[in-house]
């Protein structure tokens, strides 16, 4: 007997199959069927054939797959009950709940007392479908592996795109051949990481960022993810998200995945990325002042780092206003004894050497500036030379003699009394004074994988936003280090990475365009001389990028020139008349001819206005710049196009093209076929060129 369920929006249809009260396969997921399509031949028409050598029937690659069917590959679920004796369940299908676009699958195993659910649900809004598992069990178990529901990956994708970085150097796309057996990343750092982003693109083949097909997925946990990406003996592929394994460390009655997104396009990469960045910025982000526009944003670190000092920072503020900032936060650096990073991790009391009078002078000041204010905090770590530590040394999670991080300590979250402390604390800084910003930092792996960790920092940050929704709270982890859909269910903003050096964030931020949006992804220019690399960029540069994202600055403002500041000034308020359409613009990546040149265009909601950003990373192996082809307009609509930075041209470009001297109107086909011809630039520049339909 063979049943059926259907999940479909007006781009995509996901079908179900279950075949003798066996647990539902992905029959069909892919661009929308036609009104009518017989599902019960659809099922059908999924089931292989059976050759020597083989099993009599073909284990079903099920939402969670079953070591009980004599599946070949790795199971959707690993569990030992209490005594640590290997569970082997065998489930049947009991019960599958439709509402609307939402399924909820159950299968249970009475022998056991296990019951499993899957909860399917699409989005109609972003086309985006969510998906978690759940196991119970009557008796405690433990669990060493449960996967989100499973689902196939195409036959006609040769490769996959998976995700790799350190610290300055996030979001490194590696694409990786399908072969026979398992492709693994396990994150096992205890966070998101830098090292295994948790996220996979399967492009069918001929797909690029804007044509062909492709399928893509996110996992949305904080606490190191595992990935199996698998092709069967028998020639089947299956894409596998759960907790990194291993790390659901005591027995319970009860647990549960994290939630597995994952989109489809017919559209290139960029369908499943503008997928993605609607669902987070619409549907899990939760925005204390929806209606507010973006702040432009001052952060003090690369200015002063430990070294506070009032009129310093007065003096910072006042020009970071006057370039036209819109929020200061005030870094690490405020606490304890906090004069270097040896010291005072825990102790979240002001320092009465540096704000002898609190903080109220300070954000007073901030205040008259017309900016809001902001703190740092790094909430989850503590130094061994703190007086916490000193009162609490079992608060620390791992042990006496481990490595340290940044000479620092992770507090074990999973405890109550630490979370209590750490609420009562920042809940007294947010409390006291007039804060609408939290920069929330987490500088060290942990010295072992524990999802608890994880569950209890989500459960403090849960705490205090209820407390305090109107202050909103930056992801920040060494940079990029935990950014994922779970952690910006509870935050608004990511530090996508340490580096401020322009040339290195253009790229970060082309490739972390497949997931994240304009509106969460900060950005900022940092100091002439950048702090990481040690690179001598131009302010041009160094603010155009910057505008990509949501704008900030973090560079020392006393540094700059008068052609600096007011080039600075001139970027900064074309990014506030533009921050309003961009915050809800598609950034689209473009299939750029020139390999040396990383360009995106970033299209309004409306499709009525975009911008390109066309960054040089390096030289050029031709002579001329190649056209560049932009993508997502109206073939027969006329384009009114034109240079924005058109004055920063450079010795380059000896006589330029007709852009360099005026606007160009065309149509929407030719630009998107021919494409559009920049003038010649040196490299670690960038061209801004801003598109508007007639």
């Given amino acids: 007997m063979m049943q059926v369920w259907k999940l479909e929006d007006a781009g995509q249809t996901l079908v179900l199959a279950s075949e003798n009260d066996r647990l539902p396969c992905v029959a069909y997921w892919g661009p929308r069927l036609p009104e009518g399509e017989d599902l019960d031949q659809l099922a059908l028409a999924l089931l292989g054939d059976v050759t020597g050598g083989m099993l009599d ?8 797959p079953e070591t009980t069917q004599t599946f070949p590959g790795q199971p959707g679920m690993a569990l030992r009950g209490a005594d640590g004796a290997v569970l082997n369940p065998r489930l049947r299908l009991t019960d599958v709940t439709q509402e609307g676009d939402r399924l909820t699958i159950t299968g249970q195993d009475p022998a056991l007392g296990l019951t499993y659910r899957a909860h399917i649900a699409l989005i109609p809004a972003t086309g985006v479908i969510e998906a978690r598992s759940e196991v119970e069990s009557t008796a405690p178990i433990r669990v060493e592996w449960l996967a989100a529901p499973v689902f196939p990956a195409p036959q006609l994708a040769d490769e996959l795109i998976d995700f790799s970085g350190r610290w300055c150097a996030e979001f490194q796309a ?9 492709h693994l990343r396990d994150n096992r750092t205890g966070r998101t990481g830098h090292e295994h982003f948790p996220g996979v693109i399967l492009p069918l083949r001929g797909a690029t960022n804007t044509q062909g097909q492709a399928q893509a997925f996110h996992y949305g946990w904080s606490g190191g993810h595992r990935m199996i990406a698998e092709e069967l003996p028998d020639g089947r592929r299956q894409i596998q998200f759960g907790h990194a394994a291993g790390t659901m460390l005591t027995a319970g009655h009860r647990f549960a995945s994290a939630t597995l997104y994952a989109a489809q396009s017919a559209a290139g990469l960029n369908g499943c990325a503008t997928a993605f960045q609607r669902h987070l910025r619409d549907h899990v982000v939760t925005w204390p002042h929806p209606d507010r526009p973006r702040p432009v944003h001052y952060n003090c670190w690369e200015a002063v780092y430990f070294d506070h000092k009032l009129p310093e920072l007065k003096d910072i503020a006042t020009r970071a206003a006057a370039l036209g900032a819109e929020r200061f936060v005030l870094d690490d650096g405020w606490f304890g004894r906090r004069d270097d990073d040896t010291t005072s991790l825990g102790d979240w009391t002001i320092d009465p050497r540096k704000f002898p009078d609190g903080l109220t002078p300070l954000i007073d000041h901030v205040h008259d500036c017309g900016m809001r204010f902001g703190i740092w905090f790094e909430p989850e770590m503590v130094n061994p030379d703190s007086d916490l530590h000193r009162a609490h040394p079992d608060w620390a999670l791992g042990e006496d003699d481990q490595i340290t991080g940044r000479q620092q300590l992770v507090l074990d979250m999973s405890r109550p009394e630490v979370r209590a402390y750490l609420y009562d604390h920042i809940a007294a800084v947010l409390g006291t004074y007039a804060i609408d910003y939290v920069k929330w930092d987490h500088n060290r792996v942990l010295p072992h994988p524990d999802a ?3 569950q209890g920092t989500w459960d403090l940050l849960d705490r205090l936003r209820a ?26 903003r990511v530090w996508l990475s340490d580096s401020n050096d322009a040339m290195e964030r253009l790229r970060i931020q082309h490739d ?19 702090h990481t690399s040690g690179r001598i960029l131009d302010i041009r540069v160094r603010a155009w990028v910057a505008a990509q994202r949501h704008m900030g600055f973090e560079m020392d403002p006393r540094e700059l020139t008068e052609d600096e500041a007011a080039v600075l000034t001139r970027v900064t308020a074309w990014w506030k008349d533009n921050r309003d359409w961009m915050t809800r613009a598609d950034i689209l990546r473009l299939d750029s001819a020139d390999p040396s040149v990383i360009a995106e265009q970033q299209l309004a909601q409306d499709g009525g206005r975009f911008v390109v950003f066309a960054g040089s990373a390096a030289s050029s192996a031709q002579v001329l710049p190649r056209p560049l082809r932009l993508t997502g307009l109206d073939p027969q609509a006329r384009y009114r196009v034109d240079l924005t930075n ?28 021919q494409g559009v011809t920049l003038p010649k630039a040196f490299p670690q520049t960038i ?8």
């Fill in 512 to 530: 972390a365009a497949l997931f994240l949006p304009l509106a969460v992804t900060g950005s900022h220019v940092g100091p002439r001389v950048c």
């Fill in 467 to 492: 407390d305090f929704p109107q202050v909103e709270i930056e992801s920040c982890s060494s940079g990029g280090g935990r950014i994922d859909f779970g952690i910006l269910s509870r935050t608004q």
């Fill in 57 to 64: 029937r073909n284990p079903d690659l099920s939402v969670c």
């Fill in 687 to 694: 061209w801004v060129l801003e598109g508007e339909k007639l």
């Fill in 452 to 454: 608890a960790q994880a």
């Fill in 174 to 182: 590696n694409r990786v051949a399908w072969t026979p057996g398992i």
């Fill in 646 to 673: 058109r004055d920063d041209h450079n010795p380059a470009s000896r006589i330029g093209v007709p852009l360099s001297s005026g606007a160009l109107t065309l149509s929407g086909q030719f630009l998107m076929t």
